[in-house]
């Protein structure tokens, strides 16, 4: 990422077509803002168009806009995307997603600079820095006759290739809090995470990347505002492979054994609030109860001595998922 930032930089000041590749929520749209805010458009629009969730038809006329009547249902002339990001950046998101037929159009734009509204024949400049992205393998689509090739040489002036959140798990704990501060700043209050959660979610394959990692966060904000989550509290597919079982080692997650000493419970505790301590030790009982009984609930609330409805509350409130075959 190191690099990355550097390549930002340094394409920022230039006016020279950008193409951000990687896999869906790696950041490409936040690396394109970078590059927007670093540049001497930062102060004109920055358009964000998604290509892969306009309908084709439509397409032509969210970019260039139309003018009354050019269309069954045109009952007003309209600014497209590329007039609405004058003097701006255009980001082009899922770029792969388009037309063959739109390709042709966008790379007519994209060699003189200029474009007419649907029904118009009047041409308008362009004034605009283009930054596409895809996660899609553009040179195995041109070989596939999916993407045009001048097209790609036109956008892929300037590559960047943002790296999946599995290849850079060293920025997992920097990254989750600056997801947390987002939490904050939308008024939500942000949870603390224990060293035992961190190890448990450097251990997740991260298939969403960075915006699953960021939803995470945010769905953690919300089940435990302002509160300490430990591996257990994580969602089941986060938690890893010693979650149902045993708590973590650690000095902020051990479980005092049936025979443990009051100096054992205060060296196990070792300085932990006694409510988040308390927690870790009714949800390991909880799942030992739950594997002794096999996963049924009411023989578990049974040996906990216990109501049924009880201890589907606590499962519900710690996170404690059944485990399934």
């Not at 939308?186 to 979610?201: F, M, Q, Y």
């Amino acid at each position: 990422m190191v690099v990355v930032r550097r390549l930002v930089e340094q394409v920022a000041g230039f006016n020279a077509n950008v193409l951000i590749t990687g896999e869906s929520g790696t950041g490409k749209e936040w690396t394109a803002r970078c590059i927007h805010e670093m540049s001497p458009r930062r102060d004109k629009p920055f358009i964000p168009v998604n290509c892969g969730a306009i309908p084709t038809e439509l397409m032509e006329s969210e970019l260039f806009g139309h003018e009354k009547g050019a269309f069954t249902g045109a009952v007003a002339a309209r600014i497209g995307r590329f007039e609405a990001a004058e003097g701006g950046t255009l980001f082009l998101d899922e770029i792969g997603d388009m037309s063959l037929s739109m390709q042709v159009k966008l790379l007519r734009v994209l060699q003189e600079r200029v474009f007419e509204r649907v029904g118009s024949n009047q041409s308008r400049p362009a004034d605009v820095r283009i930054i596409a992205a895809t996660h899609r393998d553009l040179e195995q689509e041109i070989q596939q006759d999916n993407f045009r090739e001048d097209l790609f040489y036109r956008l892929n002036v300037f590559p960047i290739e943002l790296p999946p959140l599995r290849e850079r798990l060293e920025d997992l704990h920097e990254l989750a809090n600056s997801s947390l501060q987002r939490c904050a700043a939308n008024g939500l209050e942000p949870i603390k995470l224990t060293d035992s959660a961190l190890r448990a979610l450097h251990e997740h394959e991260w298939p969403g990347n960075v915006r699953e990692l960021s939803n995470l966060m945010e769905r953690l904000c919300i089940l435990y505002p302002g509160g300490r989550v430990d591996q257990r509290l994580l969602p089941q597919r986060y938690a890893g492979s010693g979650a149902s079982a045993t708590l973590p080692t650690g000095s902020n997650a051990a479980t005092p054994s049936p025979a443990a000493t009051p100096a054992d419970l205060i060296a196990a505790c070792n300085g932990m609030p006694l409510k988040d301590y308390l927690e870790s030790i009714e949800i390991a009982l909880i799942d030992a109860a739950l594997k002794e009984a096999g996963g049924i609930v009411a023989h578990a609330a049974e040996k906990l001595q216990i109501r049924r409805t009880t201890l589907s509350e606590k499962m519900k409130r710690f996170g404690i998922a059944l485990e399934t075959t």
